[in-house]
DNA sequence: GTTATAGGCAAGTCGTCACTTGCCTGTCAA
DNA sequence: TTGACAGGCAAGTGACGACTTGCCTATAAC
C-alpha cells in the first residue's frame, strides 16, 4: 500500500547511498562490479553478501531495478521514487533577486 | 561537515515525518501541541518525552528551527535541507505528451 | 564432466535507536 | 511564594537492522 516507508529505510544507510551514487556515475552495474567500486574509489571494504542485501533493499524501496541476462544481473537506478518526498514537504523556491 | 547523515536518520523514523506532516500543516506548534495533533488525528499514543527527542533529531537535521518565547518554544519547519536529495540524484522529468 | 564465476539463502552476532522512567529547571498565575 | 504548566536531562530496556558465516544454485569456460 504504502512503499514510502521502504524508501526512507533504504535512504537510511550510508552505504546504499553510496550505492545510488555509484549507479548515478554508471548504471546497470553487476554486483561485483559495484563491489569493487566501493572499494576502490570509496575505501569500503563491505562484503559481497553485504552490498547484495542493500541492493535487495534499494530495489524493495524501488528506487533500484534489475534485469537478468544469463550469469549476470545488472543494477538499474529509478529516482522516480524520490519524487514523492519533495510532493510531500513543498521545497520553498529560492528567490535569490525578487 | 557533513549533515546528510543526520538528514536521512530523521527521515527514517515514521513518527518523525508525521511531525512534519504536522508542521506543514500548521507552522509554529509547541511540543504539546505537537503531542495533542499526533494522538488525535493519527492515534499515536507518544509520550510527551519521545516526541521532544524526535524534535530533538528533526532540529540537528536542520528541518526544524526552534524560538523560544517565555516558556513556550515554538518549532518551524524548514525543508530546504531536502533540496540536497533531488540534486544528488537528479529526477528525471516526466514526458507525458511529448 | 569439471572448474571457476556470479549470485542466493538462512541463521547468528552485535550495535544502534526509539521509547520509557524518574527527576530536575524555568516560567507564569494565584 | 506556592502551585500548575512547558520543557529538559540521563540512565535503562527492548527491538530492529547491518553484517558475518557457511553452504547452496546456476551459468559459462575449459
Known sequence: MDAEPDLFKALGDATRRTILDELTDKDGQTLFEICGRLTMKHGLA???????????????????????????????????????????????????NP
Chains 1, 2 share one sequence.
Not at 46 to 65: D, K, N, T, Y
Not at 67 to 86: A, C, E, W
Request: hydrophobic letters at 30%; proline letters at 6%; zero cysteines.
Open 46 to 96: 563491505s562484503s559481497r553478501q553485504a552490498i547484495s542485501q542493500h541492493l535487495a533493499v534499494l530495489e524493495q524501496a524501488g528506487l533500484v531495478h534489475t534485469r537478468r541476462q544469463g550469469r549476470y544481473k545488472f543494477h538499474h537506478i529509478d529516482t522516480s521514487p524520490l519524487r514523492s518526498i519533495v510532493e510531500r514537504w513543498p521545497i520553498d523556491r529560492e528567490e535569490p
